[in-house]
Structure formats: C-alpha cells, structure tokens
C-alpha cells in the first residue's frame, strides 16, 4: 500500500516536472516568435520611413520649383525659439510580459486648447491607414484596409495649425508643399513606432540570448 | 550660459563638421535627461560607428534615418547588427566593410 503510495507520488512529481518543462519551453518559443515578429516590424517600418521620406523631398523640391527659391528657403527662418507644437511622451508600461518604455507621439500639443488626446487618436488612426502592412503571427489580427488612399478624419483645429505652421512661406502655398508637411508629419509617426519596436526589439533579443545561454550552459 | 530653453537640440553636420564635433554632439544628446529620442542620418553615424555601436542603453532611442544623398543600408544598422549574431556565428564586426 505504501509503495502504491510511493509510487503516485513519484508520478505525479514527474508529471509536475514535464508540465513545467513544457510551460518554459513555451514561454521560450513566445519570446523568439515576438523578437522575430518585432525584428520584422522594425526593417518594414524603415523601408517606409525611407519612402515617406523620399515622398517629402520630391515634394519639397515640387513646391521649390512652384514658388521660387526664394520663398522656400532657410533664410526665413527667424532663429528665434519657439514652444514645440509636438512633443514626445515617455511613459512606463507595467506590462507583464515587457517591462519597458514607451514611446507617444502628441502633435500639435502646444494648441491652448489641449487636445492631445484627439491628436493620439488621430495618430493611431493615421498609422492603420497609411502604415506598412506589419505581419502580426497572433491569431487576433487586424483587418488592415486594402485601399492606401484611406481618408484622414482631420480636425478643423489640427488643420488650423498646419496652415500656422506653413505660414512662414506666405498666405498662399503650393499644394504641394502641403503635401510635404503631410510626408513629413508621417515619418515623424513612422520614426515613434522604430522608437517603440526597437525597444521591444532589444528587450526580447537578450531574453532569447539568455534562453540560449542557459541552454548551453 | 545657456538656459535649459536655449540649449541646442540638433547639430547640422555640412562639409566642414568635424569628427570630433559629431562626438562632442552625440555624447552630450545621450547624456541629457530632456532628450529621449536621437535621430541621426546612417551616412554621420558611420562617421562614429564605434561610439555608436558601444551604446547600449535602453531607455534612449538612438535611430539611423537615411538622408537624401545616402539611402538606408540595413547591413550598417548597430540595431541590426547587434541581433544578427542570434542567426549566424560571424561576429558583429565581420560583415561591415
């Protein structure tokens, strides 16, 4: 009887063992697939910025030509400071999985009326729209539209400060230099999210060194 | 003295910017707390790739963006580069010309 008693215990101490064997090994297996998913992230996302960027210049260099040298030119810059009408928030995520940083973009904060959070709102807006395609291995993906030319719900305020901001060059501007502000103000959105994976990026990277230290070792 | 207002958060790098004045710059924006995120064009972290590539922090966002003249080139990335070795058995140095 005590041997049969012995010997359900013994059982039920290896099967404790291989269930936490599988649980670690699961839990290593997540950490590479998130490492590979967001070292995936951050090469698509650059190639956009590189694009996006290119847009902008051959934009800027549209509207040069459109308006004259002469009114697009560093010389009218007043080299005075100015309050930044975007800012940059850094705010610590008690996430389980990550413990680290992130990063939030608030355009056109500096507006007395302080719509930051529209502005986030819009911004994530922007992102599933005119972002890159991002693959996402989770079995909760989005549905991202397949038109590019997805409309932008833009606010009678945020439009007001782009055309501030723009008013450096004059009353009238070309279209296409508006269209460059948008470029830019894109990368911009672009830059925060290679701000935000990159993080992930490291984080996950040296858990997956540790994983394969301990393995070796 | 500069106010915490006045104090420069960019340096234009031109024909005539040293070396030395690209090092001065990027360890005084990795050190100051008012700044989180650097961007700099991947043609002038070449330019310093070993100070570039010993920073490790995490907190600070340290980005290559590619220029007008000079395109992004993933094989110089220290991001990419520091991961790489999880693929290959070459050393993170190897690969770069």
Redesign the interface.
């Known amino acids: 009887m005590e041997e049969q008693d012995q010997m359900q215990s013994s059982i039920e101490v290896e099967e404790l063992e291989e269930q936490q064997q599988r649980e670690g090994k699961r839990l290593e297996e997540e950490n590479v697939v998130r490492?590979l998913d967001s070292?995936d992230s951050?090469?698509t996302l650059?190639?956009s910025?590189?694009s996006t960027?290119?847009q902008g210049?051959l934009e800027l260099a549209s509207a040069r030509q459109s308006m004259g040298a002469s009114r697009i030119n560093g010389a009218l810059l007043d080299l005075k400071?100015h309050s930044a009408a975007t800012s940059?928030q850094?705010t610590h995520h008690d996430d389980e999985i990550l413990n680290?940083?992130h990063?939030t973009l608030c355009k056109w904060a500096s507006s007395k009326n302080g719509y930051g959070d529209e502005k986030l709102r819009e911004n994530k807006l922007q992102t599933n729209s005119d972002g890159p395609q991002l693959r996402h291995r989770s079995q909760f993906a989005e549905k991202i539209p397949e038109t590019k030319g997805a409309p932008l719900i833009v606010d009678d305020q945020v439009q007001k400060e782009r055309t501030k901001s723009l008013s450096m060059f004059g009353t009238l501007v070309s279209p296409k230099l508006r269209a460059a502000q948008l470029s830019f103000e894109t990368a911009l959105e672009t830059?925060?999210e290679?701000?935000n994976v990159?993080?992930t990026?490291?984080?996950t990277?040296d858990q997956?060194?540790k994983e394969?230290e301990g393995t070796e070792g | 003295m500069l106010t915490y207002?006045?104090r420069q958060i960019h340096l234009s790098w031109t024909q005539n910017t040293t070396i030395k004045q690209i090092e001065d710059a990027f360890k005084e924006f990795t050190t100051r707390e008012d700044i989180?995120?650097v961007?700099i064009s991947q043609y002038v972290a070449n330019m310093i790739r070993f100070l570039v590539d010993s920073y490790n922090q995490?907190?600070l966002?340290f980005?290559e963006?590619?220029s007008?003249d000079h395109?992004?080139d993933?094989a110089h990335?220290s991001?990419?580069s520091?991961?790489k070795y999880?693929f290959s058995t070459e050393s993170v140095a190897s690969g770069r010309r």
Do not use: N
């Open positions: 490492f070292l951050y090469v650059l190639d910025l590189s960027l290119r210049w400071f940059l850094v680290q940083p990063f830059l925060v290679i701000a990159r993080l990026m490291l984080s990277s997956v060194r394969l | 207002e006045e989180a995120v961007l995490p907190v966002a980005l963006i590619p007008k395109p992004y993933p990335d991001v990419i520091r991961v999880l």
